[in-house]
């Protein structure tokens, strides 16, 4: 069984440029949840994908968006990028929209 | 005030120690519970999940839900400098329909030898 995984490893981008993240969920997983985590914080819910569909959104602005594939796979768009977007972002897949999550090992993400 | 209270440490102990975990939480609303470690510069990785009030088992590691006072705790018995990592705790309450996570902002541990 493969567990979930993310690319690209560590990200390099300037202010204003827009970055995407990927995830790929762990097998028999439908549900794709993306989560920002600061440096010396905990991960902070940005949105959930279920079935393709977003069905729940943290307090993240309309800049932050995503996609989930029909193999369930999922992209994170972030546009205009600000200093502050520098963190971790992790993805977590489960089997369902109210299941126990799963975590990937991250994209690092800096912003110059 | 945040949803979810952690002390964020570092706590260091030697090896061998009962290492205390905890977490406190503003929110009844919170039904389901979780433990993650993250070591550093990792993903977190789910160690206990427990819904009821009392105590769950699972090898050296214990997870213990007190509903009434808000308060979560995960000892760790044996410790060992493999358990030197971040201790998250999460907790959830099901929102229309999906699973959004509020984690305390992690508990610095170092187990030394």
């Known amino acids: 069984e493969t567990g979930v995984t993310q690319s690209p490893t560590h990200l390099i981008k300037t202010r204003g440029q827009q970055v995407t993240l990927r995830c790929s969920s762990q097998?028999?997983?439908?549900?794709v949840s993306w989560y920002q985590q600061a440096l010396g914080q905990g991960p902070q819910f940005i949105f959930q994908y279920y079935r393709e569909e977003e069905n729940g959104r943290g307090n993240f602005p309309p800049r932050f968006s995503g996609l989930q594939f029909p193999n369930y796979s999922s992209e994170l768009n972030v546009n205009a990028l600000e200093l502050d977007d520098s963190a971790l972002y992790l993805c977590?897949?489960?089997?369902?929209?109210?299941?126990?999550?799963?975590f990937g090992p991250g994209t690092r993400l800096t912003v110059l | 005030q945040k949803e979810v209270e952690q002390d964020p440490g570092p706590l260091s102990v030697p090896e061998g120690a009962i290492v205390s975990l905890n977490c406190t939480y503003s929110n009844s609303a919170f039904q389901y519970f979780m433990w993650y470690r993250q070591y550093s510069r990792k993903g977190p990785e789910l160690l206990m999940y427990?819904?009821?009030?009392g105590n769950k088992e699972d090898g050296r590691f214990t997870a213990q839900v007190d509903k009434s006072s808000k308060y979560i705790s995960l000892f760790i018995r044996d410790s060992q400098p493999s358990d030197s990592a971040t201790y998250l705790c999460?907790?959830?309450?099901?929102?229309?329909?999906?699973?959004?996570?509020?984690f305390g902002a992690g508990t610095r541990l170092a187990v030394h030898p």
């Open positions: 999460a907790m959830t309450k099901l929102s229309g329909g999906y699973n959004k996570l509020i």
């Open positions: 977590a897949s489960s089997s369902d929209n109210t299941d126990t999550q799963y």
């Open positions: 427990t819904y009821s009030s």
């Open positions: 097998s028999g997983h439908n549900t």
